[in-house]
């Protein structure tokens, strides 16, 4: 078994992240191959059940209320119409749902409720059923487990240094705290990242000690590419070097050799060759389907020719780990607690948030 260590260091992984190419590739990818098949990969489909209308800042995200951006808002789906894009998502090929919501937080209440209906749902077509909802007290961490979630994605994004550059409204630790507060349950983690944010290599490495720190560390770790949308603070964004995201998936891999790593947003603008080497490196997860959340993504039948050009074979559900057992919502055992957690909202301004959310009258 490779060793698991949770004491890296920021300029330990640096080194390895600088490392020649050639040597990085062989590093990651003979790891890769002891914990891993390297012809297998895990495909999730992203499915916004609300989008937009978020009350935070965030610099890259289009959903954010307060930037101008041309998206289509969306109250909070129906559990009908989540079966019908679940169903298609495996049909095409996909292990997994990925549900996202435009939530600081989740909240208490009727909302709720039709999303642990629609993780009941998704995990009774014999998916893997992800949620994204933002934080999460313990009480609704444990509420989603009974209704069947097989993972939970909230990501570090950043360094702890550079997150204060791209977010006002909340604070670290909290994203940390959600992320144990999942851990108490049976529930994976999914943490990861956004790399092209205009954050240095060191901040990069920054996330990964935050990252493999987690004890146990995340089942699955997406690296995200910026996808720079018009309206946002990040907007003026160069597209990420593919070399740069080899480098991070490579060293993601070293890091967290058992976690699933997942080549996330932005592989519209990603070469195939560019890609073939992320698998190499150690990446054995995508998100398929025509759009991201909001943004655009390769479309399916593409990503599947370049699966089989690649001898690429699409991972099938509760290959990891057992399908968890649905609760119903008569026989929960957690009832809805009305909480009003106190996630901090720290005291800075972001100069280039704000000139986002000003312009145009904001
Ligand atoms: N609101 C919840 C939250 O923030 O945790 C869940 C949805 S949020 C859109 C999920 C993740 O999408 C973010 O943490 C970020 O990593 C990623 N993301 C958002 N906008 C992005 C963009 N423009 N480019 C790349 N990744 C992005
Ligand atoms: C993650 O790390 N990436 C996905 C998923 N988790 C929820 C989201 C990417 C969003 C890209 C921008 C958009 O489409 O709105
Ligand atoms: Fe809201 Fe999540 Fe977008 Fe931040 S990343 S603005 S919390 S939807």
């Given at each position: 078994?490779?060793?698991?260590?949770?004491?890296?260091?920021?300029?330990?992984?640096?080194?390895?992240?600088?490392?020649?190419?050639?040597?990085?590739?062989?590093?990651?990818?003979?790891?890769?191959?002891?914990?891993?098949?390297?012809?297998?990969?895990?495909?999730?489909?992203?499915?916004?059940?609300?989008?937009?209308?978020?009350?935070?800042?965030?610099?890259?995200?289009?959903?954010?209320?307060?930037?101008?951006?041309?998206?289509n808002?969306?109250?909070?789906?129906?559990?009908?119409?989540?079966?019908?894009?679940?169903?298609?998502?495996?049909?095409?090929?996909?292990?997994?749902?990925?549900?996202?919501?435009?939530?600081?937080?989740?909240?208490?209440?009727?909302?709720?409720?039709?999303?642990?209906?629609?993780?009941?749902?998704?995990?009774?077509?014999?998916?893997?059923?992800?949620?994204?909802?933002?934080?999460?007290?313990?009480n609704?961490?444990?509420?989603?487990?009974?209704?069947?979630?097989?993972?939970?994605?909230?990501?570090?994004?950043?360094?702890?240094?550079y997150?204060?550059?791209?977010?006002?409204?909340?604070?670290y630790?909290?994203?940390?705290?959600?992320?144990?507060?999942?851990?108490?349950?049976?529930?994976?983690?999914?943490s990861?990242?956004?790399?092209?944010?205009?954050?240095?290599?060191?901040?990069?490495?920054?996330?990964?000690?935050?990252?493999?720190?987690?004890?146990?560390?995340?089942?699955?770790?997406?690296?995200?590419?910026?996808?720079?949308?018009?309206?946002?603070?990040?907007?003026?964004?160069?597209?990420?070097?593919?070399?740069?995201?080899?480098?991070?998936?490579?060293?993601?891999?070293?890091?967290l050799?058992?976690?699933?790593?997942?080549?996330?947003?932005?592989?519209?603008?990603?070469?195939?060759?560019?890609?073939?080497?992320?698998?190499?490196?150690?990446?054995?997860?995508?998100?398929?389907?025509?759009?991201?959340?909001?943004?655009p993504?390769?479309?399916?039948?593409?990503?599947?020719?370049?699966?089989?050009?690649?001898?690429?074979?699409?991972?099938?559900?509760?290959?990891?780990?057992?399908?968890?057992?649905?609760?119903?919502?008569?026989?929960?055992?957690?009832?809805?607690?009305?909480?009003?957690?106190?996630?901090?909202?720290?005291?800075?301004?972001?100069?280039r948030?704000?000139?986002?959310?000003?312009?145009?009258?904001?």
């Open positions: 078994m490779q060793e698991v260590r949770h004491n890296w260091k920021k300029e330990e992984i640096l080194e390895i992240y600088n490392s020649p190419l050639m040597e990085l590739l062989y590093r990651a990818a003979t790891i890769h191959r002891k914990q891993h098949d390297p012809n297998v990969i895990q495909v999730s489909t992203l499915l916004s059940i609300k989008t937009g209308g978020c009350s935070e800042d965030c610099g890259y995200c289009p959903q954010a209320a307060r930037y101008h951006t041309n998206i808002k969306n109250s909070l789906m129906s559990v009908a119409e989540v079966k019908e894009l679940a169903n298609k998502a495996k049909n095409s090929g996909s292990s997994r749902v990925c549900m996202g919501a435009a939530w600081r937080n989740v909240k208490d209440g009727s909302e709720f409720d039709r999303v642990l209906e629609m993780v009941r749902t998704i995990n009774k077509l014999d998916m893997e059923v992800c949620c994204t909802l933002g934080m999460v007290t313990e609704q961490a444990m509420r989603l487990a009974e209704a069947g979630l097989y993972a939970y994605n909230h990501n570090l994004d950043s360094s702890e240094e997150y204060k550059k791209v977010i006002s409204t909340r604070g630790q909290d994203r940390i705290d959600t992320i144990k507060n999942v851990r108490k349950t049976n529930i994976t983690v999914c990861g990242g956004i790399i092209g944010m205009g954050e240095a290599a060191k901040d990069r490495a920054g996330m990964l000690v935050a990252l493999s720190t987690l004890n146990p560390q995340p089942e699955s770790t997406p690296i995200n590419a910026l996808v720079a949308v018009e309206g946002t603070p990040l907007e003026k964004e160069k597209p990420v070097a593919i070399w740069d995201m080899i480098r991070m998936v490579a060293t993601t891999r070293i890091v050799p058992n976690t699933q790593v997942r080549l996330s947003a932005g592989r519209t603008q990603m070469s195939k060759e560019g890609q073939a080497l992320c698998f190499f490196a150690g990446a054995n997860s995508i998100f398929a389907g025509n759009k991201l959340l909001t943004t993504n390769p479309a399916v039948d593409e990503d599947m020719k370049m699966f089989e050009n690649l001898g690429l074979i699409p991972q099938k559900p509760f290959t990891k780990k057992e399908q968890p057992q649905t609760v119903e919502a008569e026989n929960s055992r957690y009832k809805s607690l009305g909480e009003n957690p106190k996630w901090t909202r720290p005291e800075y301004k972001i100069e948030n704000e000139k986002s959310r000003k312009k145009r009258g904001g």
